[in-house]
């Protein structure tokens, strides 16, 4: 795979990771949220700031 194709993949991956969290917080806004939810969610932010780190 070339770099600008990787680069392109990692973009897309970047807008639909970028469109799940709207989503969510979108059902969080009209159903709230349950203490499951919370747990998950922060394991995504730590995930998330794991990720950002990394150089492509």
Same mark, same amino acid.
């Given at each position: 795979m070339? =770099?600008?194709?990787? &680069? $392109?993949?990692? &973009? *897309? %991956? *970047? $807008? %639909? !990771?970028? =469109?799940? +969290? $709207?989503q969510a917080e979108a059902a969080e806004s009209i159903q709230g949220i349950n203490e499951a939810d919370r747990d998950i969610? !922060? +394991?995504a932010r730590q995930r998330e700031s794991e990720l950002d780190e990394l150089e492509f």
């Open positions: 070339t =770099q600008n194709s990787q &680069h $392109q993949e990692a &973009h *897309g %991956i *970047g $807008q %639909i !990771e970028e =469109q799940l +969290k $709207q969610a !922060e +394991k």
